[in-house]
Antibody, heavy 123, light 107 residues
Framework: QVQLVQSGAEVKKPGASVKVSCKAS????????IYWMRQAPGQGLEWMGK????????NYAQKLLGRVTMTRDTSTSTVYMELSSLRSEDTAVYYC????????????????WGRGTLVTVSS | DIQMTQSPSTLSASVGDRVNITCRAS??????LAWHQHKPGRAPKLLIY???SLESGVPLRFSGSGSGTEFTLTISNLQPDDFATYFC?????????FGGGTKVEIK
């Protein structure tokens, strides 16, 4: 069955970076997009960006440009999301989710999600 | 970005009730809308896609309707396992956006 397993909770100081991993299994890793979202306390979900695991190409949310980097390791079917220059507003639960097939023409929702990774930014 | 307004934010209901949750989009998203269920500590679960298509394995008491800018998730005959948070997701645009969520509580 499809599973996305995320790394554990992190506590970081303002100005630091955090790298969250998302290991996929149960499907062909390089066939589907991976999305990243986050949810700050008391807020709704926010889309951060997406990655094409086949060629590594990424699209990032405008507000995070310059601070977010998504990478992947095809040998372990793992996608990474790194966020730099952390501030208190980045405290959130971070989720990865599977998107559509790379060659599927129609829009596609996130169909499988990870359980989330809590990142706390505090001095 | 397309804004998604979801209501109500909290809903108290009893087992056996029929409940409706609404999402309104700031512009037409045709039928590119999904509904997800989320329980604390668990991965969100896709229930409905393309506004009204039931994901495989999801009970028939869940249904979705709407198109354009107004969408509804209906849970008929609410079961104990259904007490959770539900959120909508539009995927018509380059960047996904989400409703604020509806927590369905036991009355």
């Amino acid at each position: 069955q499809v599973q996305l397993v995320q790394s554990g909770a992190e506590v970081k100081k303002p100005g630091a970076s955090v790298k969250v991993s998302c290991k996929a299994s149960g499907y062909t890793f390089t066939n589907h997009y991976i999305y990243w979202m986050r949810q700050a306390p008391g807020q709704g979900l926010e889309w951060m960006g997406k990655m094409n695991p086949r060629d590594g190409r990424t699209n990032y949310a405008q507000k995070l440009l310059g601070r977010v980097t998504m990478t992947r390791d095809t040998s372990t079917s793992t996608v990474y999301m790194e966020l730099s220059s952390l501030r208190s507003e980045d405290t959130a639960v971070y989720y990865c989710a599977r998107g559509g097939l790379l060659w599927f023409g129609d829009p596609y929702p996130s169909d499988y999600w990870g359980r989330g990774t809590l990142v706390t930014v505090s001095s | 970005d397309i804004q998604m307004t979801q209501s109500p934010s909290t809903l108290s209901a009893s087992v056996g009730d029929r409940v409706n949750i609404t999402c309104r989009a700031s512009q037409s998203i045709y039928n590119w809308l999904a509904w997800h269920q989320h329980k604390p500590g668990r991965a969100p679960k896709l229930l409905i896609y393309k506004a009204s298509s039931l994901e495989s394995g999801v009970p028939l008491r869940f249904s979705g309707s709407g198109s354009g800018t107004e969408f509804t998730l209906t849970i008929s005959n609410l079961q104990p396992d259904d007490f959770a948070t539900y959120f909508c997701q539009q995927y018509s645009a380059y960047s996904l956006t989400f409703g604020g969520g509806t927590k369905v509580e036991i009355k």
